[in-house]
């Protein structure tokens, strides 16, 4: 990729200088040098760039909702973009009362997820991918396990409900 180009598609995507060296996560002095043509962009930044041209669309709907520091609100993982993210100590009595009440947005079809400034609104599709996982991770001598529930669904996709994992 040449300055030219990366100058182009930052105008393109309609960021300035600073917004786009913040969303790629790399100091602005650098992200200026790459579009003066003084410094030559890395591979994975390349990459990221390209990304960002296929999450357009995401990133303007962001934009339009007034949220004027949506750039530390949107983190662009591959061509996945994550929306909202938390993660915090809480003991099972927390997280026992916080997925009651998931549970129970989740079944009228609303979930409204806050935390500080940021707020997502979801509409739930009445058919939904549930998936349950537990993994094990041994990490400078300790062993750490997760479960894990995720909740999917593909917009405007109306498919069956299949047989799967219960609660014993």
Do not use: H
């Amino acid at each position: 990729m040449k300055d030219k180009d990366l100058k182009k598609i930052r105008q393109k995507l309609g960021f300035n200088m600073k917004e786009m060296s913040e969303i790629l996560g790399t100091p602005y002095r650098t992200y200026q040098d790459w579009e003066l043509g003084n410094r030559r962009i890395p591979g994975i930044c390349e990459v990221a760039i390209e990304c960002l041209l296929t999450c357009k669309k995401a990133i303007k709907a962001r934009r339009k909702k007034g949220k004027k520091k949506f750039l530390k609100e949107v983190y662009i993982v591959g061509r996945e973009i994550i929306l909202f993210e938390t993660e915090e100590r809480k003991n099972a009595s927390e997280v026992a009362n916080f997925l009651r009440a998931l549970a129970d947005k989740i079944e009228s079809g609303n979930v409204t997820l806050r935390s500080g400034a940021k707020e997502l609104t979801l509409t739930l599709p009445k058919n939904l991918i549930f998936e349950v996982k537990v993994e094990e991770e041994e990490k400078k001598g300790k062993t750490k396990r997760s479960l894990e529930v995720e909740i999917e669904w593909i917009l405007g996709e109306t498919d069956g409900l299949d047989e799967g994992v219960e609660i014993a």
